[in-house]
């Protein structure tokens, strides 16, 4: 079966713009959490989505939003982007209540911002 | 405030030796606990886990310990090979919020030939 899949792979953004990245879960998962990686701070929690709606959220500022569509791909969006926005942000997805079991992650988009 | 830690950045053993990977985590409501394995330019993927009602899991050369009295766990690789070099993730998750699991900076494991 097709894994989660992430697009773009990598992007260079301006200090000041706006992002936003997409996933697309395994067929029949319903939840996607999104992760920022960093070097030293590994993967920090953005947010969860189940059934178009955010049910859990990690302690990142507004800037940083996501959504769901009916289909369970996801977005996430970073507006005003800094240059500590520079990172790499992985998608993962799983059937309902078992992220801790069955996490799949795509391969992530890489960040830039210059 | 970083719930799961993970002290050693980067590990070197070598090849054939065992590989002893360390975390401690401090939210005593953790019940559920990971591990991941990352190589660069790929997402991370599941290598092994652990109920809090146990204190050790074993699937092939990779075995998860847990003391949950010291909120620790580690893995272990026996023996250790090279393509065994990639980042280690620890993970912890809640029984109530199975879908939010909270993730340790990682360790570097390099297995030398």
């Known amino acids: 079966k097709a894994g989660v899949t992430q697009t773009p792979r990598y992007l260079i953004k301006t200090r000041g713009q706006q992002v936003t990245l997409s996933c697309s879960p395994i067929s029949g998962h319903r939840s996607v959490s999104w992760y920022q990686q960093t070097p030293g701070q590994g993967l920090q929690f953005l947010f969860e989505y189940f059934s178009e709606t955010q049910r859990n959220k990690g302690n990142f500022p507004g800037r940083f939003s996501g959504r769901q569509f009916s289909n369970s791909r996801s977005e996430m969006n970073v507006s005003t982007l800094e240059l500590g926005d520079s990172a790499l942000y992985l998608c993962?997805?799983?059937?309902?209540?078992?992220?801790?079991?069955?996490?799949?992650f795509g391969s992530g988009t890489r960040l830039t911002v210059v | 405030d970083q719930q799961v830690k993970q002290n050693s950045p980067s590990l070197s053993v070598q090849e054939g030796r065992i590989s002893i990977l360390n975390c401690d985590y401090t939210n005593s409501m953790f019940d559920y606990f990971l591990w991941y394995k990352k190589y660069p330019a790929e997402g991370p993927t599941f290598l092994i886990s652990i109920s809090s009602i146990k204190d050790k899991n074993e699937d092939g050369r990779f075995t998860v310990f847990l003391n949950k009295s010291a909120k620790h766990l580690s893995l272990h690789i026996v023996p250790s090979q090279p393509g065994d070099s990639a980042v280690y993730f620890c993970a912890a998750s809640v029984k109530t919020s199975y879908d939010k699991v909270i993730f340790g900076p990682g360790t570097s494991l390099s297995v030398i030939p």
């Open positions: 993962a997805s799983s059937l309902v209540g078992q992220g801790a079991y069955g996490y799949t």
